[in-house]
C-alpha cells in the first residue's frame, strides 16, 4: 500500500524555469510533509516542510504548497538552476516522527 | 557539526552469508533510524530507536534482521542470512529529541548480494 506517490519518476526542465514536483497521498492522518534532495552516492538532505495547518511555505527559491482536499502537495522551484538537479523526495508523518516516503522524481536542468 | 557517519560504503556478499552496518548518529541526537532503499524506490523505515528503546520495528524482517543500540549512542544492522532481495542502500539517520520532523541522513552502504 504506497501511502506516499510521485509519479512522476523523471522530469526535464530548462535553467531559469520553473520546476514543479508533485506528491499525492492516501492517509488523512497524515500532519507533516518533507521535501528532501538526494545527490548519487549521499543521503537525502532536508530541503523544507509544511505543517497541515498550512497551505503555503516559501523558503528562497522553493515553494511547498499542500492541498488538503486533493491530499495533493507540490515543490516550484523558480528559477531552477543546474545544482538543483539530482532526486526529490516527498515524505509524510502521521505525527510519530516516522516518515513515509514516496518513490522520488528524477530532477534534470538543462542548460 | 559532523554528519551521521555510516560504514561500511559499500559490501558485496553472496547468498546466505551475514553481514553488518554500522552507524553514528549526529552527537546529541535520540533518534536513530534505519532504512532500507531498494532501486527505484523511497527510502523505507526498518527500526528507530529513541536513546536504547525500540520504537517501531514493524517492517523489520525480523526472521533475518537484526538491530542494536548501545548506550543510546552507535548502531549496527544485521542481515544473517543474505538474500538477493536484500540488494539495496540502507541508510542511517538521526534526529534530535522531541518536536522536530527533519530527519538527518548519512551517506549509506551498498550492499549487492550475489
Known amino acids: 500500500d504506497q501511502q506516499v506517490k510521485q509519479n512522476s519518476p523523471s522530469l526535464s526542465v530548462q535553467e531559469g524555469r520553473i520546476s514543479i514536483l508533485n506528491c499525492d497521498y492516501t492517509?488523512?492522518?497524515?500532519?507533516?510533509f518533507l521535501w528532501y534532495k538526494k545527490y548519487p552516492a549521499e543521503g537525502p538532505t532536508f530541503l523544507i516542510s509544511?505543517?497541515?495547518?498550512?497551505d503555503k511555505n516559501e523558503d528562497g527559491r522553493f515553494t511547498v504548497f499542500l492541498n488538503k482536499s486533493a491530499k495533493h502537495l507540490s515543490l516550484h522551484i523558480v528559477p531552477s538552476q543546474p545544482g538543483d538537479s539530482a532526486v526529490y523526495f516527498c515524505?509524510?508523518?502521521?505525527?510519530?516522527?516516522?516518515?513515509?516516503f514516496g518513490q522520488g522524481t528524477r530532477l534534470t536542468i538543462n542548460p | 557539526e559532523a554528519g551521521v557517519a555510516q560504514s561500511p560504503r559499500y559490501k558485496i556478499i553472496e547468498k546466505r552469508q551475514s553481514v553488518a552496518f554500522w552507524c553514528n548518529p549526529i552527537?546529541?541526537?535520540?533518534?536513530l533510524y534505519w532504512y532500507q532503499q531498494i532501486l527505484g524506490q523511497g527510502p523505507k523505515l526498518l527500526i528507530q530507536?529513541?536513546?536504547?528503546?525500540?520504537?517501531?520495528d514493524s517492517q523489520l524482517p525480523k526472521d533475518r534482521f537484526s538491530a542494536e543500540r548501545l548506550k543510546g549512542v552507535d548502531s549496527t544492522l544485521k542481515i544473517q542470512p543474505a538474500k538477493l532481495e536484500d540488494s539495496a542502500v540502507y541508510l542511517c539517520?538521526?534526529?534530535?529529541?522531541?518536536?522536530?520532523?527533519?530527519?538527518?541522513f548519512g551517506p549509506g552502504t551498498r550492499l549487492t548480494v550475489t
Open positions: 539517520a538521526s534526529s534530535p529529541l522531541g518536536g522536530s520532523y527533519e530527519q538527518y
Open positions: 492517509n488523512s492522518m497524515f500532519d507533516y
Open positions: 509544511i505543517s497541515s495547518i498550512k
Open positions: 515524505a509524510a508523518s502521521a505525527g510519530a516522527q516516522k516518515l513515509v
Open positions: 552527537s546529541g541526537h535520540a533518534t
Open positions: 530507536f529513541q536513546n536504547n528503546g525500540v520504537v517501531d
